[in-house]
């Protein structure tokens, strides 16, 4: 599994991998600051794209780091959806939310978990199975 991963194991390709982990980001950034209004069909839909939101960076970016910088990765996410959460309060339209707070760092600890399942290698068998066969 990822444990014992080092430099030598990362996906070939980590830096199409980090460019795409980084928008996710700032597609993350940019829909938490601006009022978009989605249509509600269950009270709380809102929750489970915090969940998502914040557990597919989580997971995309501990394929792309070693072990022993995962709880930064973690802190780092929680610290961003905190700050966002907080940077919403001023804005006219959007408010701050303790609970959308809460499905983030939910999201977080699914994206952890990911690493428990065969997912944990995606990027790696993707680079392995398709990637290699382009070549």
């Not at 973690?74 to 339209?93: I, M, N, T």
Request: neutral net charge; aromatic residues 18%.
């Amino acid at each position: 599994m990822i444990d014992n991963l080092d430099e030598k194991q990362l996906p070939e390709k980590r830096l199409v991998w980090l460019s795409l982990a980084w928008g996710w980001v700032f597609a993350v950034i940019y829909l938490s600051l601006t009022a978009i209004n989605l249509p509600t069909v269950v009270e709380w839909q809102d929750k489970v794209g915090h969940v998502a939101m914040y557990g597919v960076p989580m997971w995309w970016f501990l394929q792309l780091y070693p072990k022993h910088r995962h709880w930064l990765i973690a802190l780092g996410l929680f610290a961003l959806g905190a700050g966002l959460e907080f940077a919403q309060s001023f804005h006219p339209l959007r408010y701050m939310d303790y609970y959308d707070m809460l499905a983030n760092g939910a999201g977080i600890a699914a994206g952890w978990l990911t690493l428990l399942t065969p997912f944990s290698r995606f990027f790696v068998a993707i680079e392995c199975r398709w990637l290699a066969t382009a070549n």
